[in-house]
């Protein structure tokens, strides 16, 4: 039997209170979508729902657009609100559910280089509650964890059903060099003022609790409890010790063995020359 669109989306409820999204920003994993989320929950007229991940399209669509449309209550003063889910852009069933139900959102999607990506992915499940003895290991045993960079083949999906021009893409690379820019073309693409500056620029690795933490305490009501600590003494204590380990993880990053390094380059290399394609962009530098 084939499926059609009457069947992929949940039943509306005509009085459902909330409205649909604006703009979703669909991913990747590791691509920046923390600061991105913070960012744009900081601009007066972007109203982004909470908590930031809501895997609507991915894990609750049994829950109908009701549910959906409840998590996003903006004021008069917002001109855009909109949600982030990084697993949006590598699910395949992800964007038709997304062009049935919100066809006119403003879409933002971030890649990283694939084979730093991975790693990242890596390290943050063995800090996790997930943990391997080795990379080698963690592609063995999750290959979704290389399936995230084929890019490419992520996009043409969202290309094959929206205009590109109401698809943003970014590039990691950007975010870390020139953050001013990069989320000065978010602002704009979602039409909201892209002359505010958002506090979290130069902040990248400012967190004093863990994202997902944040978003426990808040479902519980206790959002105050992370301004209050985030604003203390205690905060910048945290914020240093965050920065110190980062620091020390970013010596354990280069771990990765020579070998698996040149596998993965070899793995990615024609996805990369096909992405490169596909934006017009030269990516000759993820190869090396």
Request: glycine letters at 6%.
């Amino acid at each position: 039997m084939t499926e059609t669109a009457t069947d992929r989306q949940p039943a509306t409820a005509p009085t459902a209170p909330g409205q649909l999204p604006t703009f979703i920003h669909i991913g990747g994993q590791r691509c920046g979508t923390t600061w991105v989320h913070k960012c744009l929950a900081e601009h007066p007229q972007v109203f982004m729902a909470d908590p930031k991940e809501l895997h609507f399209f991915n894990r609750h669509f049994e829950e109908g657009q009701a549910w959906y449309r409840a998590k996003f209550t903006p004021s008069e003063h917002h001109k855009a609100w909109g949600e982030a889910t990084p697993a949006y852009l590598n699910r395949e069933e992800v964007p038709q559910r997304i062009k049935d139900m919100c066809p006119q959102a403003r879409l933002i999607a971030c890649l990283r280089n694939p084979v730093d990506r991975a790693f990242s992915a890596y390290n943050l499940k063995r800090n996790g509650r997930l943990a391997y003895d080795t990379f080698e290991e963690a592609l063995e045993k999750e290959p979704d964890i290389m399936e995230r960079g084929h890019y490419a083949d992520q996009l043409r999906r969202y290309y094959d059903l929206f205009p590109r021009e109401q698809i943003l893409v970014q590039l990691y690379d950007d975010l870390v060099h020139h953050e001013k820019r990069f989320i000065r073309e978010i602002y704009a693409h979602i039409g909201v003022d892209a002359d505010f500056k958002p506090s979290w620029l130069g902040k990248t690795d400012n967190a004093v609790i863990l994202p997902r933490a944040q978003d426990r305490l808040k479902s519980l009501g206790l959002g105050w409890a992370i301004r209050t600590v985030r604003d203390s003494p205690l905060g910048n204590s945290i914020r240093r010790w965050n920065r110190s380990q980062k620091k020390k993880k970013a010596g354990q990053y280069k771990d990765m063995k020579p070998e698996t390094k040149r596998m993965l380059l070899d793995h990615f290399a024609k996805p990369n020359e096909e992405l490169s394609r596909m934006l017009g962009v030269d990516l000759s530098h993820w190869n090396a």
